[in-house]
């Protein structure tokens, strides 16, 4: 990888203004094909273009990001599904997709050598950033660290706290008068292996976040949003999903943009997240999330028999009768709101 070349500097990494004009670059030979190829699947990009941005600012990620790497070493590591993104149109993409604009605030998880943070500084955003490589995180410090904008935390994104993190930062923000503080955003391209943890951390986040925009796996991405009933694809983590949030499967990202390149493509979903006011009306989210999961550990079960720990079958017959379902029914067969009507009538907290 980047054999025969000289590591760089960080200087070379310095925050890209959408002004500066194009520099000259070192001719680098990495193991993949060139950052705009497609290997002959088209891009779908379904997003708007933030006007204030330039679209003729200078490449930040082909050549950067394997400099970056470079200059610190780097391999990347597969234990940390660890796939740099090398198309700087992607990014600008990731971030209209939230609507980043001056003020917000935005967390971003892994920012890796700093590609999509720079497109996310330069939009005008606070950017708090969670890497669990010490070395990427010392990287991407020492390369922001002109900005008093960006903040790194060296910490495991599934293990930390992020909730009073991003709490203790929109309060300092209000503080300062910031009328667009009030809500954070999340834009990430983040390790494919971690993708429904942080998912399930995120999505109840309604009152710190308004938006989540993740760069996903395309499988996961289709089976989080597109899932429909009666189908092997169906299961909790759909019912999770619409519960929290409203998602939408924005465009495809063909794997000729990553480095190392994956063994699969990705594409961008955008979850707009509900504010409690807005959840399905349960008399406990613990309880109701318990009993889903506990229906569908049965999955070709009929719900009668995955739920009899509940109550009587007797009475899971008669309550998916109320509901206007069949005794027989088992829990690919149930949408979300029927879940919700079956469980309010069956559980007792």
Do not use: W
Request: glycine share 4%; hydrophobic share 35%; charged share 20%.
């Amino acid at each position: 990888m980047c054999t025969g070349t000289r590591p760089l500097s960080l200087q070379s990494l310095r925050p890209v203004s959408p002004t500066t004009p194009p520099r000259s670059q070192t001719t680098l030979k990495p193991t993949l094909p060139a950052h705009n190829s497609t290997a002959g699947t088209p891009l779908h990009i379904a997003c708007a273009t933030n006007g204030s941005r330039s679209r003729n600012r200078s490449p930040d990620d082909y050549q950067s990001t394997l400099q970056a790497l470079n200059s610190k070493g780097r391999v990347p590591r597969k234990s940390l599904g660890q796939h740099y993104m090398l198309n700087s149109d992607i990014n600008e993409q990731l971030a209209s997709a939230a609507c980043v604009e001056e003020g917000d605030v935005v967390l971003e998880i892994g920012p890796g050598t700093g590609s999509l943070t720079n497109v996310l500084l330069n939009a005008g955003a606070f950017v708090l950033a969670i890497e669990k490589d010490p070395y990427m995180a010392s990287l991407v410090s020492e390369r922001f660290a002109s900005t008093e904008k960006f903040k790194v935390l060296k910490e495991d994104f599934v293990k930390c706290h992020i909730h009073s993190h991003m709490t203790l930062l929109l309060g300092s923000k209000k503080s300062l008068d910031h009328p667009k503080s009030r809500y954070a955003k999340v834009v990430s391209n983040i390790p494919f292996n971690i993708s429904t943890e942080v998912v399930k951390l995120l999505l109840p986040m309604g009152d710190i976040f308004s938006e989540v925009v993740l760069l996903l796996q395309e499988e996961t991405a289709v089976r989080l949003v597109q899932s429909s009933l009666r189908t092997s694809e169906y299961r909790p983590i759909n019912i999770f999903v619409n519960f929290y949030s409203d998602p939408e499967y924005k465009f495809k990202v063909p794997r000729t943009n990553f480095f190392p390149q994956p063994n699969v493509d990705a594409a961008v979903v955008v979850f707009k997240l509900k504010q409690a006011v807005d959840y399905p009306r349960v008399s406990s989210t613990k309880s109701f999330f318990s009993m889903v999961n506990s229906a569908f550990n049965g999955k070709r079960k009929m719900l009668r028999k995955s739920l009899q720990h509940i109550c009587t079958p007797t009475e899971i017959e008669e309550a998916l009768g109320s509901v206007g379902l069949p005794a027989t029914s088992r829990p690919e067969e149930l949408t979300m709101d029927d879940f919700v009507k079956l469980h309010n009538l069956i559980v007792k907290v």
